[in-house]
C-alpha cells in the first residue's frame, strides 16, 4: 500500500507565490504516475498537473506557464509550485498516485488566494 501527505497550503495574496508537497511512503516503487488535483468550492475536482516515472509532465490550461510540477525520488516526495496566484486558484488540492490496480489520494491541502 501507499499513503501519501500533503502540505504547503495556506493563505497567499493575489499574484503570491506558495510550494505544496506530496511525500509518498509504502509500496513506492509500485506507483506509474503522480498528480496534483483540486477541488474548489461548488466544483467538481479537476486535475492541475501530473508527472510520470521518467520525468514526463502534463498539465491543465489554467495551469500552464504558472505552476510546475516537479519530484524528488531520494525524498520520496512530489512538489507543486504555484506562481501568479489568483483568487480563483483558491481549493483544496490533493496528491494522487496511481498503481497498477488502484489509485491513492491524499489527504488535501486547502490554499487560499485573497487580499
Known amino acids: 500500500q501507499v499513503q501519501l501527505v500533503e502540505s504547503g497550503g495556506g493563505l497567499v495574496q493575489p499574484g503570491g507565490s506558495l510550494r505544496l508537497s506530496c511525500t509518498a511512503s509504502?509500496?513506492?516503487?509500485?506507483?506509474?504516475?503522480m498528480a496534483w488535483y483540486r477541488q474548489a468550492p461548488g466544483k467538481q475536482r479537476e486535475l492541475v498537473a501530473g508527472i510520470t516515472s521518467g520525468g514526463s509532465t502534463n498539465y491543465a490550461d489554467s495551469a500552464k506557464g504558472r505552476f510546475t510540477i516537479s519530484r524528488d525520488n531520494a525524498k520520496n516526495t512530489m512538489y507543486l509550485h504555484l506562481n501568479s496566484l489568483r483568487p480563483e486558484d483558491t481549493a483544496v488540492y490533493y496528491c494522487n498516485a496511481r498503481l497498477p490496480i488502484l489509485e491513492v489520494w491524499g489527504q488535501g491541502t486547502l490554499v487560499t488566494v485573497s487580499s
Open positions: 509504502g509500496s513506492i516503487s509500485t506507483i506509474l504516475f
